[in-house]
């Protein structure tokens, strides 16, 4: 499932399974 948010940001969101929820983020264009 794709998000759109208000800023123009694209997410892409999978849920698949069962259990508690995982968040994966990638930091590389962080400071």
């Given amino acids: 499932m794709r ?3 208000r ?3 694209k ?3 999978k ?3 069962s259990g508690l929820p995982v ?3 990638h ?3 962080l400071s």
């Fill in 3 to 5: 998000i759109h948010t």
């Fill in 7 to 9: 800023d123009g940001a």
């Fill in 11 to 13: 997410l892409y969101v």
């Fill in 15 to 17: 849920d698949q399974g």
């Fill in 23 to 25: 968040i994966l983020t």
């Fill in 27 to 29: 930091g590389w264009s």
